[in-house]
Nanobody
Framework: EAQIAESGGDLVQAGESLTLSCAAS????????IAWFRQAPGKEREAVSS????????DYADSVKGRFTISSDIAKKMVYLRMDNLRPEDTAVYYC???????????????????WGQGTQVTVSS
């Protein structure tokens, strides 16, 4: 059974950094993608970043490029999201999710992701 759990959310000041952690187990890492999504109040869930279990390639939403870094530790079955230079608009619940890569292509479509964590709150004050 797949299990995903996020941690690391906090209240920080604008310009500060924060690292989120995602513990993901119960599925094969080498044929799944793991992605971070976020959802702010009144807004749709949006993709932030992804990492492919097939080749380790990463992708980022334009809004976080250059500020966020996704990484993984396969041995520990962990994925991390390092967030630098945080802005108030980064405030959201951040979710970790896993998608089986049927075609090998990683997508930012949340509907494609089968397994989800409960989320962790990130609040950035100005």
């Amino acid at each position: 059974e797949a299990q995903i759990a996020e941690s690391g959310g906090d209240l920080v000041q604008a310009g500060e950094s924060l690292t989120l952690s995602c513990a993901a187990s119960g599925f094969s890492w080498d044929d799944h993608a793991i992605a971070w999504f976020r959802q702010a109040p009144g807004k749709e869930r949006e993709a932030v970043s992804s990492i492919s279990g097939i080749d380790g390639s990463t992708d980022y939403a334009d809004s976080v490029k250059g500020r966020f870094t996704i990484s993984s530790d396969i041995a520990k079955k962990m994925v991390y999201l390092r967030m630098d230079n945080l802005r108030p608009e980064d405030t959201a619940v951040y979710y970790c999710a896993a998608d089986y890569l049927y075609t090998g292509v990683v997508t930012f479509d949340p509907n494609a992701y089968e397994y989800w964590g409960q989320g962790t709150q990130v609040t950035v004050s100005s």
